[in-house]
């Protein structure tokens, strides 16, 4: 089993915070009412954000075809 780097890290991260923000529109959707929904909402997005830019600079990239 290989380690646990920075990106993978970002992968799990973006994948619940896509996951919790699903659940938190599917519960306006059904018209509970969520008092910190706005903040939980905008909380989640910078965490998606946050983790794009992790796997983004993080991965290794191929060295250029010649």
Known sequence: ???WD???V???LIG???TVAGIIIAALLIGMNIP???FLLLTT???I???AILIIYKVPRSP???
């Open 1 to 3: 089993m290989s380690d």
């Open 6 to 8: 920075i990106a993978s």
């Open 10 to 12: 970002g992968h799990v």
């Open 16 to 18: 619940s915070s896509i």
């Open 36 to 38: 910190m929904a706005p």
């Open 45 to 47: 997005t910078v965490l």
């Open 49 to 51: 954000v946050m983790s």
């Open 64 to 66: 250029p075809r010649i």
